[in-house]
């Protein structure tokens, strides 16, 4: 599996994004910030063991919100909000404030019409 930091930081270099290149950069921002998020918490731990729980959870968000369904942007900022709810990340304000800006940043980037 491709590191999530390096492959947000590849979708932010691009200047249009499909919807599903947006979804990529979606789950990759939720596994950096939320690295970020238990570090803050609970101090160093491996990637992979922090990751796993969270692309569990990223799975059944997606799963229940586009499940069989083209991907657009409406669903996408959908996705985003229950998954910053779940992953609790408003008790970190910067952090959280950082994580909503490089999403706005992608979805900028998502091709009018695309959605």
């Known amino acids: 599996m491709p590191d999530p930091d390096e492959v947000l930081q590849h979708l ?3 200047e249009s994004l499909t919807p599903e290149e ?4 979606l789950v990759s921002c939720f596994l950096v910030t939320n690295r970020r998020f238990v570090e803050r918490r609970l101090g160093p731990r491996p ?3 922090i990751d796993a729980a ?3 959870l990223i799975d059944s968000v997606l799963e229940r919100h ?3 369904k083209r991907v657009t ?4 900022k959908q996705v ?3 998954l910053i709810e779940q992953c609790s990340f408003e008790s970190e304000p910067d952090l959280l404030a950082m994580h909503v800006q490089m999403l706005d940043d992608l979805f900028a980037r998502v091709k009018l019409g695309a959605d």
Do not use: F, M, Y
């Open 80 to 82: 985003r909000q229950v």
């Open 66 to 68: 586009l499940s069989g």
């Open 54 to 56: 969270t692309q569990k």
């Open 12 to 14: 932010l270099k691009q």
């Open 73 to 76: 942007l409406v669903d996408l």
């Open 47 to 49: 990637p992979a063991e």
């Open 22 to 25: 947006a979804k990529q950069g």
